[in-house]
């Protein structure tokens, strides 16, 4: 329980000094922040403000405030009389940074609230896995690097949503632009990784008799492959994340470039993995019915409580399979969707906002949801959790449960 604690005021010490700093950023930035000022301006300065509106007209606006017939008002290369006009309608214009403060805020207090609840809820994960250390099967330790790195990806996402509260503008710098963002992306997909190996390793224990046929040193390679490959994942936006001329964390690389990344994280990140995962759960499920029902060893009271607990361990592992996708996929399509043909190009800005909000804060709820669904479907857990919550000072638990021997028989809750 200490460690909880002091971590929870660990983060709201970081908050605070983030949001005084913001406080300074805000107030010091007249150009930016200062609507009134702002507003102000562009009131005593009309000339100013028609020649900003002229730059912006399109071609038929201009040719209509020229008095030039509609018929001639194109930019053929024949047609001389409009090649001045077409000259400084093509030329470089200003370009004003557009800051949404609405959506950014939206987003902003939406991702501290999932953040928030998937620190707590990965935390218990973490001292719950720490208490019971010595009961730890493989199981366990899948489900342990999960909330770790769900852990992480929640204690980035905070950094970087304090701020988004109060401004669009990156306010950490070049160097944490290119960390945080990293480990963002990295940590999700790390995060992908263990499920698919949560799923592969229920699979194995069930079809092959309960016997791993994976050697542990095996094992711990793959884990090490999918940290590896989640970390190489997110180097392309490592390469390309800059500071933008408006302050803006933002990846600058060709459009193709980007499309070929987005493609890759889609399938290798979400659609393969919804892919071998219902193919792994479908296979366990089919085997577990017929296995149990055609056993002849077991009377119909063990049958039925064994089959029992493993429909409830199935259960929550197809639930956070379900969520994964729900909570995930809207992020994947948006980013295609942008890629491939540009969110700016949507006429309306308040479609362009819904797509945002339902992209980043669903997605932004993926880590969160996983301690929720082990609440629902674990007894155990729950017991766990009241241990820890009812325990006193650091004293977590007083009495260490035993090893049930019937875990390396049966698939029961693991935690």
């Not at 791993?212 to 590896?228: A, D, H, Q, R």
């Amino acid at each position: 329980m200490c460690f909880f604690i002091v971590t929870f005021f660990i983060t709201t010490i970081c908050i605070n000094d983030v949001h005084l700093m913001m406080n300074k950023v805000y107030n010091s930035s007249e150009y930016y922040f200062n609507t009134s000022k702002l507003h102000e301006n562009v009131l005593n300065e009309e000339n100013h403000t028609q020649q900003t509106l002229t730059s912006n007209m399109t071609l038929k606006e201009l040719c209509k405030l020229f008095e030039i017939p509609e018929q001639n008002c194109t930019c053929d290369e024949e047609n001389s009389e409009m090649k001045m006009l077409c000259s400084f309608h093509k030329s470089d214009k200003i370009t004003k940074f557009s800051c949404d403060y609405l959506l950014s805020s939206v987003i902003g207090f939406s991702n501290i609230i999932s953040s928030t609840l998937a620190l707590i809820g990965n935390t218990f994960v973490i001292l719950i896995s720490f208490v019971h250390r010595k009961e730890f099967s493989r199981f366990n330790q899948l489900v342990l690097d999960l909330a770790i790195s769900d852990f992480v990806f929640a204690l980035v996402q905070l950094i970087i949503s304090v701020p988004e509260t109060l401004t669009c503008h990156w306010v950490y710098g070049l160097f944490l632009c290119k960390t945080l963002r990293t480990a963002l992306a990295a940590s999700a997909n790390i995060a992908v990784g263990f499920i698919v190996l949560i799923a592969i390793e229920r699979y194995t224990n069930a079809v092959h008799s309960f016997k791993s046929i994976v050697k542990s040193s095996t094992c711990k390679m793959i884990k090490y492959l999918n940290i590896f490959f989640g970390i190489l994942s997110a180097f392309p936006p490592l390469i390309v994340l800059q500071l933008g001329k408006f302050n803006t964390c933002s990846e600058e690389w060709s459009n193709k470039s980007s499309i070929v990344y987005t493609w890759i994280l889609f399938l290798f990140y979400f659609l393969f993995p919804i892919i071998l995962l219902v193919v792994l759960y479908t296979s366990t499920v089919l085997w577990l019915k017929n296995k149990f029902c055609k056993s002849s060893i077991l009377n119909d009271a063990k049958k039925n409580l064994r089959l029992e607990k493993n429909k409830k361990i199935l259960a929550m592992l197809v639930a956070i399979v379900v969520m994964f996708a729900i909570l995930v996929l809207p992020n994947r399509l948006v980013w295609i969707i942008n890629d491939t043909y540009g969110l700016e190009r949507f006429k309306n800005k308040n479609t362009i906002r819904l797509l945002r909000i339902i992209s980043e804060v669903f997605y932004g709820f993926h880590a969160a949801v996983n301690p929720i669904i082990y609440l629902i479907f674990d007894a155990k857990f729950r017991k766990r959790v009241m241990g820890l919550l009812t325990s006193n000072g650091c004293v977590l638990f007083s009495n260490k449960t035993t090893v049930d021997q019937s875990n390396h028989q049966t698939i029961t809750s693991q935690f």
